[in-house]
């Protein structure tokens, strides 16, 4: 079975830090690999995803994530947070065939000036 | 491009009652999840359609949940009769679902059960 781990639940970094949210998965096979965040009220949005390729993704707002198949990892990462970037981050693994996303449990990430 | 489409946003009913909640998907998605989001958690895979057929439903509580996806465009979810611990974010998402595409979400419906 598919499942996420994000060991941090809460991270606090001052804004024009820098940022890495952690996410672990396990997969029998190759991944897609996601990240999803939430603002408070809202659906959540997707930043970046890994299918296959470059094991570096670019996303949207200045966001990327390393693919590290070794490690089982897909860590987020962003040079320098702004204070919009406060919210929840959830990191989700996809399955071939049925297109099933698990999710983790989210990290939520303040900003403080 | 219109987004996924849920109403209502925010529900309260009594334990007991039955409530339902509707999702309209982006257009030509084949594939509709719904999810439910408990306070502080992750959204956890209720029922996933392919078109009109069921994918997957091994976690939606059967005795109580049902959903079904009219003609593979909307759905409804339904739960029938509502629990305390029902009270989430109920999110519907959408794709093409060809290999790797993304789901787009909808802003979810709150539920709260008093």
């Known amino acids: 079975a598919q499942s996420v781990t994000q060991p941090d639940i809460h991270i606090t970094v001052s804004e024009g830090a820098s940022l890495e949210l952690r996410c672990n998965y396990s997969y029998g096979a190759t991944p897609y690999l996601f990240w999803y965040v939430q603002s408070p009220g809202q659906g959540l949005q997707l930043l970046l995803k890994?299918?296959?390729?470059?094991?570096l993704v670019q996303g949207i707002k200045g966001f990327e994530a390393e693919f590290k198949r070794s490690q089982s990892s897909f860590n987020l990462r962003k040079p320098s947070v702004h204070w919009s970037d406060a919210a929840e981050y959830f990191c989700a693994v996809g399955s071939f065939g049925n297109e099933k996303l698990t999710f983790g449990t989210g990290t939520r990430l303040t900003i403080i000036p | 491009e219109a987004g996924v489409a849920q109403s209502p946003r925010y529900k309260i009913i009594e334990k007991r009652q039955s409530v339902a909640f509707w999702c309209n998907p982006i257009?030509?998605?084949?594939?509709l999840y719904w999810y439910q989001q408990i306070l502080g958690q992750g959204p956890k895979l209720l029922i996933q359609f392919q078109n009109n057929g069921v994918v997957d439903d091994s976690q939606l509580p059967k005795d109580r949940f049902s959903a079904e996806r009219l003609k593979g465009v909307d759905s409804t979810l339904k739960i029938q009769p509502a629990k305390l611990e029902d009270s989430a974010v109920y999110l519907c998402?959408?794709?093409?679902?060809?290999?790797?595409?993304?789901?787009?979400f909808g802003q979810g419906t709150r539920l709260t059960v008093v």
């Open positions: 890994y299918f296959s390729g470059d094991t």
């Open positions: 257009s030509g998605h084949a594939t």
């Open positions: 998402a959408s794709s093409l679902g060809d290999r790797g595409t993304e789901a787009f």
